[in-house]
């Protein structure tokens, strides 16, 4: 998604088009667009698994991930970096080979992650080694 959305920005395609296509990841798209406008340029991620376990999806358990990713980028004309933090995360139904229930948020919105793992009924099977 990043690199279509880089690639239709630096060539003058049509952004907006590219960012309807990435729907999947809203409202990844839009921001990320919004940075580069701006002057910022892409300087790497730093992912992080957040949760994993299985949540429901028409009355089956199917596999479930969240990811924690800090997207790092800086403006040469600002003189600055910036480190904003997203989560990612969707059912991935193995059975029929499909991303499913997309989840994105800025970090800083936890209350959105625990809905949506409430509507979906996730079950955390991450292991933390805790007793």
């Not at 991930?65 to 600055?80: D, I």
């Not at 509507?119 to 007793?131: E, K, N, P």
Request: include cysteine; hydrophobic fraction near 35%.
């Amino acid at each position: 998604m990043r690199d279509s959305v880089t690639k239709a920005f630096s060539t003058k395609l049509n952004l907006t088009k590219t960012i309807q296509g990435a729907s999947f990841w809203a409202p990844f798209p839009a921001w990320y667009s919004d940075k580069l406008m701006k002057g910022w340029e892409f300087n790497g991620t730093v992912p992080l698994p957040k949760d994993y376990g299985f949540a429901k999806w028409r009355k089956r358990q199917v596999e479930s991930v969240v990811a924690k990713v800090r997207v790092l980028m800086k403006n040469r004309t600002l003189g600055e970096y910036s480190d904003d933090c997203w989560y990612f995360g969707y059912i991935y139904d193995t059975e029929f080979s499909m991303n499913r229930e997309p989840f994105v948020s800025r970090c800083k919105d936890e209350a959105k992650l625990a809905q949506w793992k409430i509507h979906h009924y996730f079950d955390t099977r991450w292991d933390l080694g805790l007793q």
